[in-house]
DNA sequence: ATACTGTTATTGTTTTGATATAACAGTTAA
DNA sequence: TTAACTGTTATATCAAAACAATAACAGTAT
């Protein structure tokens, strides 16, 4: 788990931590149970305040990616995590759901909606 | 074409402008070449600055719905305008994109994904 | 010339991101 | 119990970005 930060700005740093978390949890780089370096070990290796690097680990509690108990550490939760997967397709929800509606301003089909996602779908799977 | 904005919302007045003058362009309540309000009187009648409302013109205009001539007017495009189509598009497979990278973090099938677009469309329906 | 149009420069206010410091609270092991 | 670690919270400060107002600038038309 190899955090870094860079200062080309733009994304702010609680920002640029929380999704090199999500990646590594994704990825299963960190796995279920796994403790996170404290809050004082990342502000202190990066060279950033505790408060910055406590954001990041709150709002991925909030996001169901880990798990802070006080006086422990911060766990990685499993990529089952009841919390995570309803969060995750919450916001999948949430983005189709923009899609429809900018779909319907330019009078877009159901049909040419869902082969636009068929086409997107399958550059994607070129990807892998 | 009544104008209104609403201080209570954390929604910036130029964002509030560009949403009404959409919906009105893509209702058809704005019909293409008519000229939009100017902005001084707009400005006046809100009791807004004149800033406020030039940028809201401005990036509708960047967005394709209308075009700004100086010393003239800011006038609507038509609905079938390339660039406005062009532009919308563009956003809705943005969206789309977003969806399917939350998707395969949840672990969502190419027909589990669909399936979900299909049934916000119905939902979408029912509102109709 | 005037009276209108959009545009831009300067300025001020508010919000957001990041920080430092400190105190608080829970866990663990010597 | 004490010491050394964990996360949590409160306060204050600073810089940068977003938002908005005033006023000057520039083009169009009568």
Known sequence: M??????????????????????????GELQEGEALPSLRTVARELRISV???ARAYTEL??????????????????????????????????HLAEA???ARQVG???KELHGLLEILLQEEHQGD
Chains 1, 2 share one sequence.
């Open 100 to 102: 429809i509606l900018t």
């Open 108 to 110: 877009l089909s159901k």
């Open 61 to 94: 509690e909030q996001e169901g990616f880990v798990v802070s108990i006080q006086g422990k550490g911060c766990y990685v939760q499993g990529r089952n995590n009841a919390l995570l997967r309803e969060h995750l397709v919450r916001r999948t929800e949430e």
């Open 2 to 27: 190899n955090l870094v930060i860079s200062n080309v700005m733009g994304i702010p740093i609680y920002e640029q931590l929380k999704r090199q978390i999500k990646a590594a949890v994704l990825s």
């Open 51 to 53: 408060l910055t690097t």
